[in-house]
T-cell receptor, first 113, second 112 residues
Framework: GAVVSQHPSWVICKSGTSVKIECRSL??????MFWYRQFPKQSLMLMAT?????????EQGVEKDKFLINHASLTLSTLTVTSAHPEDSSFYIC?????????FGPGTRLTVL | GENVEQHPSTLSVQEGDSAVIKCTYS??????FPWYKQELGKRPQLIID?????GEKKDQRIAVTLNKTAKHFSLHITETQPEDSAVYFC???????????FGQGTTLQVKP
């Protein structure tokens, strides 16, 4: 099956700093990728749709200036959490579709001190 | 937009028993319904999916049924084993665009 990687797998940062998370489709091309956030014992909440070569589409309530998304190529999307605060601490997961099936990355555990 | 409701939130069964998880969706245009299994700290793994032109699909001990009229679909796990213990999520996808909307999740515990 299709493989999606994500880097880093975990990151600890100080409040006020920015953190970049990479999502790559390793063996297929993805014009669209999705970014989710998952708090402990909760479901996956869609944050935004990343579109190759154009602006990302953000879900209602997600601050586009805080969560910067760039889809630079057909295999790479990045999420930058700017001016991170403790409430941004969460599990961030990306996914990429291959036909109907969405394949998920392993996730990034972000802890903001 | 699409809204997916999932029940129950927790489910505890004895090893060997069956487990059923139910989901309802709101958007009649949704046409793809996957089920994911997520173990603690890991990525969701697709276990089975169904498209709107099919009423039932089975893969060994796992089956999914879809009732388009009622807009609900269910996951059935038979002969449960301790390794089935995990969080299960249903989801629905509405064309075009492909974004998945997830249910709230069900924590399944299979007691040996």
């Amino acid at each position: 099956g299709a493989v999606v990687s994500q880097h880093p797998s975990w990151v600890i940062c100080k409040s006020g700093t920015s953190v970049k998370i990479e999502c790559r489709s390793l063996d297929f091309q993805a014009t669209t990728m999705f970014w989710y956030r998952q708090f402990p014992k909760q479901s996956l909440m869609l944050m935004a749709t990343s579109n190759e070569g154009s602006k990302a589409t953000y879900e209602q309530g997600v601050e586009k200036d805080k969560f910067l998304i760039n889809h630079a190529s057909l295999t790479l999307s990045t999420l930058t959490v700017t001016s991170a605060h403790p409430e941004d601490s969460s599990f961030y997961i990306c996914s990429a579709p291959a036909t109907d099936t969405q394949y998920f990355g392993p996730g990034t555990r972000l802890t903001v001190l | 937009g699409e809204n997916v409701e999932q029940h129950p939130s927790t489910l505890s069964v004895q090893e060997g028993d069956s487990a059923v998880i139910k989901c309802t969706y709101s958007d009649s245009a949704s046409n793809y319904f996957p089920w994911y299994k997520q173990e603690l700290g890991k990525r969701p793994q697709l276990i089975i999916d169904i498209r709107s032109n099919v009423g039932e699909k089975k893969d060994q001990r796992i089956a999914v049924t879809l009732n388009k009229t009622a807009k609900h679909f269910s996951l059935h796990i038979t002969e449960t084993q301790p390794e089935d213990s995990a969080v299960y999520f249903c989801a629905a996808k509405r064309p075009p665009g492909g974004k998945l909307i997830f249910g709230q999740g069900t924590t399944l515990q299979v007691k040996p």
